[in-house]
């Protein structure tokens, strides 16, 4: 073989090599963008005097979900144990949630774990595992005072201006 055949040759293997490298790559990013994202969240209502908590679960991927486990834990002493055994075994599809209510007077610091597969794939390269700490006690940070006034009439009337301002 003489240079201008191994040149060749070196050419057609480094553009394989290319080709293969560059599927893979495409293959894999599209695995892994293509996953559900489930998250868990924690939302803060304040309407008058009361202060409500809802613990939300959320998938935010591209694919359905498949929830197997979720726990949760209290890094606090001096709360009841939340079940959030009502999450495990469920699906949710992209872009849907769903809430539990948190009871009244615990505070203190949690601690969520759930593990969730991508839907009808439950085998150890499709298995998410996640874990989330929330601070019970932020919802003093969240909170805005309305100047002038204390009734529930002028609170949803500065509700009402802020979502007016919001949408310019």
């Known amino acids: 073989m003489n240079i201008s ?21 495409t ?7 293509n996953r559900p994202n489930v998250v868990v969240s924690i939302r803060h209502y ?7 908590r809802y613990l939300v679960i959320k998938n935010f991927g591209k694919v359905t979900a498949d929830i197997k486990n979720v726990t949760g834990k209290w890094l606090t002493d001096g709360n009841e144990k939340i079940d959030l055994s009502i999450w495990e075994d469920t699906t949710l599809a992209p872009g849907q949630d769903d809430t539990i209510y948190l009871p009244d007077g615990i505070d203190g610091k949690l601690n969520v774990e759930i ?12 298995k998410f595992k996640d874990t989330f700490t929330f601070n019970i006690n932020k919802e003093f ?3 805005f005072k309305i100047k002038g006034g204390n009734n529930e009439e002028t609170f949803l009337a500065e509700i009402a201006r802020t979502l007016q301002e919001m949408k310019k």
């Open 27 to 33: 293959a894999w990013t599209t695995w892994k963008n």
């Open 115 to 126: 593990e969730y597969f991508r839907h009808k794939k439950q085998n150890k390269r499709n």
């Open 46 to 52: 304040r309407l008058a005097n009361s202060m409500s």
């Open 5 to 25: 055949n191994w040149i060749s040759v070196i050419s057609i293997v480094v553009s394989l090599l290319i080709a293969i490298s560059s599927w893979i790559y």
């Open 141 to 143: 940070d969240l909170e």
